[in-house]
């Protein structure tokens, strides 16, 4: 799984990449489809926002997380995640 993370107005620190990567190997664990992630951490006023599109074969899930803390935002984002990819996966394990 190639996990592309960028930030806006935020600097992308070293833990916060290798946060994103623990959370995201577990949604990997789950789905082992996911081809690519593209994750973009914002900082707007008070809100740090985290975004990811993930693309697994011939599909993609979106969604985000904001909170005043960017670690918990993360963990919104990745609980979201988590359950569109588990609802895909039994969309398509009933094919």
């Excluded at 290798?18 to 081809?35: C, W």
């Excluded at 006023?45 to 935002?73: C, I, P, R």
């Amino acid at each position: 799984m190639n996990i592309n993370l960028s930030g806006h107005h935020v600097e992308v620190t070293n833990s916060l990449r290798e946060y994103v990567d623990s959370k995201f190997s577990k949604l990997e664990r789950h789905f082992d489809h996911i081809n690519n992630v593209h994750v973009v951490l914002t900082v707007e006023k008070l809100d740090q926002k985290a975004e990811a599109t993930v693309h697994m074969n011939g599909s993609e899930v979106f969604a985000s997380g904001v909170n005043t803390d960017m670690y918990a935002s993360i963990d919104t984002l990745v609980d979201k995640l988590d359950r569109q990819i588990l609802k895909y996966k039994g969309k398509v394990a009933h094919h």
